[in-house]
T-cell receptor
Framework: GAVVSQHPSWVICKSGTSVKIECRSLDFQATTMFWYRQFPKQSLMLMAT?????????EQGVEKDKFLINHASLTLSTLTVTSAHPEDSSFYIC????????????????FGSGTQLSVL | AQSVTQLGSHVSVSEGALVLLRCNYS??????LFWYVQYPNQGLQLLLKYTSAATLVKGINGFEAEFKKSETSFHLTKPSAHMSDAAEYFCAVTHSNYQLIWGAGTKLIIKP
């Protein structure tokens, strides 16, 4: 199946610094990419949806100035956590879709392996 | 509003024993249900999905799940566990387009 590469797999940073997480589709072009976060023992929560060449659509309650998403090409989306604080420590995971997704094509979602962010 | 509950953050079974991972959902409209698996250091991959066809759905690696509307459940089973089944399993529901509502995940531990 298609491969989505997410880097880094884990990162530790000081409070106030910014962290960039990359999500790459290695062997396909992803028209849409999704970013999720998961707190321990909780569900994955969709943060935002990004389409190549346009601004990301953020879910309610997600600060777009804090979580900057750039989807500059069909194979790369980045999530930058700006001025990170300890409460931003979480597991972040991206997924990429081959086409405009709907329920019948959810199997066309491919996930990265996630990034564990720890903010000291 | 939709929600998904996975009972048990960790499930431990012996190799060769039955695997049962529980998933209950709430949805005001007919749902579409999914099970995903994440092996260590890998991305999530789809195990199986229910989209209003047969209520018993067969997936990869010998897993299957049965949609029971009366019980609002979509439990995942495998008759005989294998060491390679050790992973984290996520149940998810959607009724419209792409936004999946996820359970918190269940880590499956296989004892030799």
């Amino acid at each position: 199946g298609a491969v989505v590469s997410q880097h880094p797999s884990w990162v530790i940073c000081k409070s106030g610094t910014s962290v960039k997480i990359e999500c790459r589709s290695l062997d396909f072009q992803a028209t849409t990419m999704f970013w999720y976060r998961q707190f321990p023992k909780q569900s994955l929560m969709l943060m935002a949806t990004s389409n190549e060449g346009s601004k990301a659509t953020y879910e309610q309650g997600v600060e777009k100035d804090k979580f900057l998403i750039n989807h500059a090409s069909l194979t790369l989306s980045t999530l930058t956590v700006t001025s990170a604080h300890p409460e931003d420590s979480s597991f972040y995971i991206c997924s990429a879709s081959l086409t405009t997704p709907n329920y019948s094509t959810n199997e066309k979602l491919f996930f990265g392996s996630g990034t564990q962010l720890s903010v000291l | 509003a939709q929600s998904v509950t996975q009972l048990g953050s960790h499930v431990s079974v012996s190799e060769g024993a039955l695997v049962l991972l529980r998933c209950n959902y709430s949805s005001s409209v007919p749902p579409y249900l999914f099970w995903y698996v994440q092996y260590p250091n890998q991305g999530l991959q789809l195990l199986l999905k229910y989209t209003s066809a047969a209520t018993l759905v067969k997936g990869i690696n010998g897993f299957e799940a049965e949609f029971k509307k009366s019980e609002t459940s979509f439990h995942l089973t495998k008759p005989s566990a294998h060491m390679s089944d050790a992973a984290e399993y996520f149940c998810a529901v959607t009724h419209s387009n792409y936004q999946l509502i996820w359970g918190a995940g269940t880590k499956l531990i296989i004892k030799p």
